[in-house]
């Protein structure tokens, strides 16, 4: 039975939420397995048009059990809200489940996050100030708090005042701030505990008995590949794998177990906050790519920053497929590139006449890596509503084959507008 990971396989913003939201009706779970409130997921569908950042798109098929994973980061105040606003608009939210030992994003994370960021100055991140590097920082150093916590007064009051003690130095000591205070906060988190415990428990038993039971699943990814903390443009990079080796830590779900692995690329490229970026453009053909005045613009989901855009990168995107396994191309937005009358695909980069295949280590080599581009002709009409490939025109195909040559994987699913229905499904992941 089909188990599919769908990772973001650029910097982010793939349009992995609008994918998530088409499949959810094969997979009987869809399981987020990392990042936190630092994704944005936008799913446009017949319910309305939703900004997603901490509950799995697959929230709005009514059969599907959704599971936030033990790998995710929870402001639990966050995703009160998202509950809320969800329940609002008619959504039924009784089918998430949230895994206790998710680790929760306390208030000294995001004042962390942010006076870390403006320390830096100009040498600065870029980061979503959500939180999550500190987060994922104090997990690793054994300090953090999780979700199962929230729901013990004891443990809550003992760990927090163990950690809280070394936090506020740091934070008045070093950064001049005001002391977070251990009552206050004790009282509000146990109070989020409550409100959410309905939705926590062991996620483990509900995962693999949809695995032996030959059920379905879906792993929606957050951030992208190029964002991966070991294999990413470091240090511009988020604090969690966004990978599939990510997929299978953050849910529990061993490797083996993988059916197919579906990597999200936007037909060019994006990219939110600091770090190399070798196709950035800018000019006409970058306002093109931006879409500034339709509802998918090149606007972060998150913190509303403009994207900065450019060409496809197949070096990039060929390292990504080939850490991760990509066995299926899912290729978002073909319909940005609807009136570009040239388009261009970097394919090497050159580094001091050097020629490089695979991407550099060091963000001052990436800087000054050369792209070597290939120019291929537009299709100058509009793809927004055809549905199978062989309807697209001529050069648009031939795009999209190129890039599967390039990256060496298969197209699998095409996107031609933010729509669940705007999809072109080549090959369904859950038939293989
Ligand atoms: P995610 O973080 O990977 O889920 O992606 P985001 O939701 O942050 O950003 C993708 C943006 O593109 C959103 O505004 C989507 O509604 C939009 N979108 C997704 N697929 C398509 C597509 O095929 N065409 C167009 N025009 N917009 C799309
Ligand atoms: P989705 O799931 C795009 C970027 C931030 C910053 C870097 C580190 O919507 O694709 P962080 O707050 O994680 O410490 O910031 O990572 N970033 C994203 N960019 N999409 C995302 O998520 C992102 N999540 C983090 O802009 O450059
Ligand atoms: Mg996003």
Request: with cysteine.
């Amino acid at each position: 039975m089909a188990v599919v990971a769908l990772i973001g396989a650029q910097w982010g913003d793939e349009g992995k939420g609008h994918l998530v939201d088409l499949l959810a009706d094969r997979a009987r779970l869809v399981v987020r397995y990392g990042g936190g409130n630092n994704a944005g997921h936008t799913v446009v569908n017949h319910l309305g048009t939703f900004k997603l950042h901490l509950i799995p798109s697959g929230i709005f098929d009514a059969d599907t059990i959704n599971v936030i994973g033990p790998g995710v980061v929870i402001n639990p105040e966050a995703l009160i809200n998202e509950l809320n606003t969800l329940k609002t608009s008619g959504i039924a939210t009784g089918r998430l489940f949230i895994s206790d030992r998710a680790h929760v994003i306390m208030p000294y994370h995001i004042m962390l996050d942010q006076l870390q960021e403006s320390s830096l100055g100009e040498g600065k991140i870029g980061t979503t100030g959500r939180g999550i590097g500190p987060a994922y920082a104090d997990k690793m150093s054994r300090i953090g708090i999780r979700m199962a916590d929230l729901l013990h007064e004891e443990t809550l009051q003992s760990r927090l005042s163990a950690v809280l003690e070394e936090k506020n130095r740091i934070l008045t000591r070093l950064y001049n701030a005001k002391p977070i205070s251990l009552h206050d906060t004790y009282l509000r988190y146990l109070g989020f505990g409550r409100q959410l415990a309905a939705h926590i428990t062991n996620v483990h038993p509900l995962i693999i008995r949809a695995l032996e039971q030959e059920q379905p699943v879906l792993l929606e990814g957050a951030q992208g590949v190029l964002l991966d903390i070991d294999h990413g443009t470091y240090p511009y990079v988020t604090s969690s794998p966004p990978g599939v080796a990510g997929a299978c830590q953050g849910s529990g779900i061993a490797p083996s177990r993988l059916t197919s692995i579906v990597g999200v690329f936007k037909a060019y490229t994006t990219r939110v906050g600091e770090g190399p970026f070798p196709t950035e453009i800018d000019g006409p053909e970058a306002a093109i790519l931006r879409q500034i005045g339709t509802p998918w613009a090149e606007v972060g989901t998150t913190t509303g920053r403009l994207r900065r855009v450019g060409w496809f990168d197949a070096v990039m995107a060929r390292y990504a497929a080939q850490i991760n396994g990509i066995d299926r191309l899912a290729i978002t937005k073909l319909d940005v590139l609807d009136t570009m009358p040239m388009i261009r695909v970097c394919t090497g980069y050159q580094l001091d006449g050097i020629h490089l295949d695979y991407p550099p280590t060091t963000t001052s080599d990436f800087y000054r890596v050369k792209p070597i581009y290939e120019a291929l002709p537009g299709w100058m009409s509009s793809t927004t509503s055809v549905r199978r490939f062989q309807d697209l025109p001529r050069q648009a195909q031939a795009y999209i084959d190129r890039l599967g040559q390039l990256v060496g994987a298969e197209v699998g699913i095409i996107s031609v507008g933010p729509a669940r229905d705007q999809t072109i499904m080549v090959q369904d992941p859950f038939a293989i």
